[in-house]
Nanobody
Framework: QVQLVESGGGLVQAGGSLRLSCAAS????????MGWFRQAPGKEREFVSG????????SYSDHVKGRFTISRDNAKNTVYLQMNSLKPEDTAGYFC????????????????????WGQGTQVTVSS
């Protein structure tokens, strides 16, 4: 079992930055691909970014490409999402997720592929 806890959300003005963290416990993340998803009220959960367990392969949705950066520190069992140039449409609950894999370069973009989820952290961007 992997327990995931997100932190770093908050209220920020448009154009500002936030850094989300996802700390894992229970097991090492070294064999888990990780993903960040977000969900706004009344909307479906959507993929934001993913990273392979090696950290060498990353993916971003078109909505955040060029503004967000995903990274991971397997020694600290933590995954990060640096969010810059935030926009009001980025307002949502942000969730990290983990999927066990033996493929070091694999990542997934569909939320239903992931095995473990955190409780989420709220990001609100004011205009």
């Amino acid at each position: 079992q992997v327990q995931l806890v997100e932190s770093g959300g908050g209220l920020v003005q448009a154009g500002g930055s936030l850094r989300l963290s996802c700390a894992a416990s229970g097991r090492s993340l070294r064999s888990y691909a990780m993903g960040w998803f977000r969900q706004a009220p009344g909307k479906e959960r959507e993929f934001v970014s993913g990273v392979s367990w090696s950290g060498g392969i990353t993916s971003y949705s078109d909505h955040v490409k060029g503004r967000f950066t995903i990274s991971r520190d397997n020694a600290k069992n933590t995954v990060y999402l640096q969010m810059n140039s935030l926009k009001p449409e980025d307002t949502a609950g942000y969730f990290c997720a983990a999927k066990m894999t033996v493929v070091s370069s694999a990542y997934w973009r569909s939320w239903y592929d992931y095995n473990y989820w955190g409780q989420g952290t709220q990001v609100t961007v004011s205009s």
